[in-house]
T-cell receptor
Framework: AQSVTQLDSQVPVFEEAPVELRCNYS??????LFWYVQYPNQGLQLLLK??????LVKGINGFEAEFNKSQTSFHLRKPSVHISDTAEYFC???????????FGTGTSLTVIP | DTGVSQDPRHKITKRGQNVTFRCDPI?????LYWYRQTLGQGPEFLTY????????KSRLLSDRFSAERPKGSFSTLEIQRTEQGDSAMYLC????????????FGPGTRLTVL
């Protein structure tokens, strides 16, 4: 069985400060890993994904994430956030033997001016 | 706009009524997925189609829920005899037939059951 844990439900951060959103997963098989962002009244948008290869993945809007197999983590980072980054962020796993995506409960990022 | 579209965006209904939602995936995407998202939760898988075939269905999906994709293009999700617990955002996503690892989501249909 697969599960995804996002450890922080809400993260407030000041503008231009760095941020890390944490994601841990459990799976009995190897997985693909994703971060999606959901802006108010919009659909989920892919930020970045890890399929294989380099464990440091760069995505859109200056975000990056690092896959750590030993710690089963896929934390999302940005060195300097903007007001426009205020949104809900979801970590997801896709067992590469199946077609379902398993999502975490989300982290609400609020950037404070 | 060539993204995934959903209709309607909002639906308010009374308990016991039937509702139907439509999803138009990105053209040439073979796979189509339905998810449900309640407040404070991540999307929860409901079902998925490969072309017109419904290949997987969540055990959480009650018999009141049915989905179709008759011509392998758009899909409909019907909920019969709605209950207040059905109130949620219903999301549709599609992915290409070859590169199936990434799903592209629509804006969702928000259902409120009174």
């Amino acid at each position: 069985a697969q599960s995804v844990t996002q450890l922080d439900s809400q993260v407030p951060v000041f503008e231009e400060a760095p941020v890390e959103l944490r994601c841990n997963y459990s799976s009995s098989v190897s997985v693909y890993l994703f971060w999606y962002v959901q802006y108010p009244n919009q659909g989920l948008q892919l930020l970045l994904k890890y399929l294989s290869g380099s464990t440091l993945v760069k995505g859109i809007n200056g975000f990056e994430a690092e896959f750590n197999k030993s710690q089963t983590s896929f934390h999302l980072r940005k060195p300097s956030v903007h007001i426009s980054d205020t949104a809900e962020y979801f970590c997801a796993v896709n067992p590469n033997t199946g077609n379902q995506f398993y999502f975490g409960t989300g982290t609400s990022l609020t950037v404070i001016p | 706009d060539t993204g995934v579209s959903q209709d309607p965006r909002h639906k308010i209904t009374k308990r016991g009524q039937n509702v139907t939602f439509r999803c138009d995936p990105i053209s040439e995407h073979n796979r189509l997925y339905w998810y449900r998202q309640t407040l404070g939760q991540g999307p929860e898988f409901l079902t998925y189609f490969q072309n017109e075939a419904q290949l997987e269905k969540s055990r959480l999906l009650s018999d009141r829920f049915s989905a179709e994709r008759p011509k392998g293009s758009f899909s409909t999700l019907e909920i019969q005899r709605t209950e207040q617990g059905d109130s949620a955002m219903y999301l549709c996503a599609s992915s290409p037939g070859v590169d199936t690892d990434t799903q592209y989501f629509g804006p969702g249909t928000r259902l409120t059951v009174l």
